[in-house]
Nanobody, 124 residues
Framework: QVQPVESGGGLVQAGGSLRLSCAASGRTFSNYIMGWFRQAPGKEREFVAAIRWSGGSTLYRDSVKGRFTLSRDNAKNMVYLQMNSLKPEDTAVYYC?????????????????WGQGTQVTVSS
């Protein structure tokens, strides 16, 4: 099984950028869907974006389209979430998650492996 490990969170002003990274501990991401979710205080965990490791197909939630970009590095076995034009409403703990298979689901219950999360705070 794969154990995601996130890094790259922090504090940024509105309009700024951050890049989150997700590394695999235990095995490679081959044959996995890797997703990013976020959870703000008092809110449910929500889907942000996901990528199919084989082929690189991606899916984004509407509110981040055009601002966030998900990519992968096969050689390093890393997944990256580049976040640009950040808004205060993007503030949340961001989690990297994985599931075996080829279909990209946007529900957190469909993902089996979760990282510990990294805090992203966007000030206005």
């Amino acid at each position: 099984q794969v154990q995601p490990v996130e890094s790259g969170g922090g504090l940024v002003q509105a309009g700024g950028s951050l890049r989150l990274s997700c590394a695999a501990s235990g095995r490679t991401f081959s044959n996995y869907i890797m997703g990013w979710f976020r959870q703000a205080p008092g809110k449910e965990r929500e889907f942000v974006a996901a990528i199919r490791w084989s082929g690189g197909s991606t899916l984004y939630r509407d509110s981040v389209k055009g601002r966030f970009t998900l990519s992968r590095d096969n050689a390093k076995n890393m997944v990256y979430l580049q976040m640009n034009s950040l808004k205060p409403e993007d503030t949340a703990v961001y989690y990297c998650a994985g599931r075996r298979g080829t279909y990209i689901y946007d529900g957190p219950d469909e993902y089996d492996y979760w990282g510990q999360g990294t805090q992203v705070t966007v000030s206005s």
